[in-house]
């Protein structure tokens, strides 16, 4: 017999495999010295004797503990109500464990034949050996370190990227921290001996973002950024307060008559007879064109322009029409320059757009960082429609140019026609690419925009990474294009749609997503080195976050001291 005051040590027998096992899960005796020291999570191996070479990685998925003086109904049930002592020295008494069976080591092959009954259960003598025969393609990145073994940290395989990824949690679980620690890890990635980023582009709706932008700025982020853009609206707070900030000005230009005229009517999703209203403006267009006027930001820029040019020439178009769809056609055109206007993203004749394909081509060589700052403080008084606007304007941008580089249009500035990569993040990624069955946001322009990477961004190395506290508000094609998962504490009205859409999750980890403690995730997917879920620790940021902090304790005490 083992005393209880007896050290485990990893290598160390803990257990004993009972009757009943499958390939997926069996029953475990615990030894004495075991009980009341294995935890739910932890790594443990079944050393079979059929197969003396072939060891059996598994993870503590339910405990249970057991005493035969203390069933349901049982002979001392009078006893105990009555308060007396139940001698349980004399008790049979055991503990058992539902072992989930992940894979045979060291190759985590799946397990084709069940553990016997009378194999010996171990612990994990080293946890480096869950990733240590891994082969790495490429090159990875070490993220965090798994729950319960803090001296071992996770690599995850940048290879898998363009495949998509998707962060979730509620509000406070701490999505967005882990969204910044993940941009920290790409933006140094070891190459030799070179600190290189993964460039890329941010869709900030909130500022969680911008503490990076500052770092840098103030020369306290040390990473492979070359450099990192701050875009804001040009109305707002922030283009008035920081003077390293840079206005949104888009080009409708870049456009062909086609994709501004679907553009234009999704903006304005209330309309009737939307296909014969696209065809119209896109008629429109190239009725205008043909009069001389290609320059539609020139257009656009000037009401007076505008209405004497634009406004007029569906007059020479009124025969081909239904006047219905040439009166909604109006409005939608007039609603969409009118709020172009108002938020200040046309460009002038003596103006240049900023945000445009000399941006991204600049960002992805570079390898640098573009954040768009939709906070109040950056998008002061803009709309939602406005905002997603933008965001569909960007992502077809980035769609285009990518398809671009993979076909090897776009040089590098040394003259290499290469495929190039970069980081597509969405934050609140549910008022982007809603679920309008579940989340009737009002308007959707850019979701079918970035449905469209979603599906085919992968092969031109876009990388879309969606942000969101409510997934199920996010459009269905778009999350089950997503391919890892970085899953914190879930709503429980979200529970079953993320275990559908993860593919299944074991349930030892899915009865842990609603309460998961903050700082705290499942991470799930291709860029695993392993075939199952694990759960992860973050550890603390090299740039810890402040913007949005709230301290309500400081204020009272400030306010009322």
Not at 99 to 117: D, F, S
Not at 347 to 354: H, K, L, N, Q, Y
Not at 460 to 476: A, C, N
Request: aromatic content about 12%; charged content about 25%.
């Amino acid at each position: 017999m083992y005393l209880r005051s007896e050290r485990m040590s990893p290598g160390f027998r803990v257990g004993v495999i009972l009757s009943g096992a499958s390939t997926k899960v069996a029953p475990c005796q615990l030894l004495e010295i075991a009980e009341n020291k294995i935890r739910e999570g932890m790594f443990l191996v079944i050393k079979t004797r059929a197969n003396p070479d072939r060891d059996i990685l598994c993870r503590v998925s339910d405990i249970k503990s057991f005493n035969e003086f203390y069933e349901i109904g049982d002979i001392w049930s009078e006893a105990r109500r009555v308060g007396q002592k139940v001698p349980e020295s004399i008790a049979r008494r055991y503990v058992i464990c539902e072992l989930e069976l992940l894979g045979y080591l060291p190759n985590m092959i799946e397990v084709t034949i069940p553990p016997a009954p009378g194999d010996d259960v171990y612990l994990l003598e080293e946890t480096s050996e869950l990733f240590s025969s891994i082969k790495k393609l490429g090159y990875s990145i070490e993220f965090g370190t798994i729950y319960g073994y803090e001296k071992t940290s996770i690599p995850l395989s940048i290879e898998a990227l363009p495949m998509h990824v998707a962060i979730l949690g509620v509000t406070g679980s701490g999505k967005s921290y882990t969204t910044g620690y993940l941009l920290e890890k790409l933006s140094s990635i070891g190459v030799g001996d070179n600190i290189v980023s993964i460039p890329g582009f941010i869709i900030d709706a909130n500022g969680d973002y911008l503490d990076y932008y500052y770092a840098f700025h103030n020369n306290e982020f040390e990473s492979g950024y070359h450099w990192i853009y701050r875009y804001v609206f040009p109305f707002s707070r922030a283009s008035m307060s920081d003077s390293k900030s840079t206005n949104i000005k888009i080009d409708l230009n870049l456009f062909d008559y086609r994709e501004l005229a679907e553009l234009i009517i999704d903006y304005y999703r209330t309309l009737s007879g939307l296909e014969l209203a696209t065809s119209l403006l896109e008629e429109l267009f190239r009725f205008i064109s043909g009069r001389g006027y290609e320059n539609l930001n020139y257009l656009f820029k000037s009401e007076e322009r505008f209405e004497s040019i634009v406004m007029s020439s569906f007059d020479e178009l009124k025969q081909s029409y239904h006047h219905q769809t040439i009166a909604a056609a109006k409005r939608a055109i007039k609603i969409f320059r009118n709020d172009l206007d108002k938020a200040g993203v046309l460009v002038s004749r003596s103006e240049e757009a900023t945000i445009n394909f000399d941006l991204i081509d600049k960002v992805t060589e570079n390898h640098e960082l573009a954040i768009l700052d939709f906070s109040v403080d950056g998008a002061t008084g803009i709309s939602i429609k406005m905002k997603q606007f933008i965001v569909a304007y960007l992502t077809i941008l980035l769609y285009k140019r990518f398809v671009d580089y993979k076909m090897g249009k776009i040089p590098t500035s040394d003259g290499y026609n290469e495929a190039r990569y970069a980081l597509f993040i969405i934050e609140e990624a549910q008022y982007y690419c809603p679920n309008l069955a579940t989340y009737p946001v009002g308007s959707s322009v850019a979701r079918e925009y970035i449905s469209l990477i979603a599906t085919q961004g992968r092969k031109f190395g876009l990388s879309l990474i969606l942000v969101t506290q409510r997934p199920i508000f996010v459009d269905p094609i778009v999350m089950s294009m997503i391919n890892t998962y970085f899953i914190h504490r879930i709503s429980p009205e979200d529970l079953n749609y993320v275990k559908r859409i993860t593919g299944g999750l074991p349930r030892s980890i899915a009865n842990r997503l609603t309460s998961l403690e903050t700082g705290v995730l499942v991470v799930n997917g291709q860029m695993l080195p392993v075939q199952f879920p694990l759960l992860v620790k973050i550890p603390r940021r090299l740039i810890e976050p402040t913007i949005g902090r709230t301290i309500v304790s400081k204020y009272l005490g400030r306010r009322f001291s």
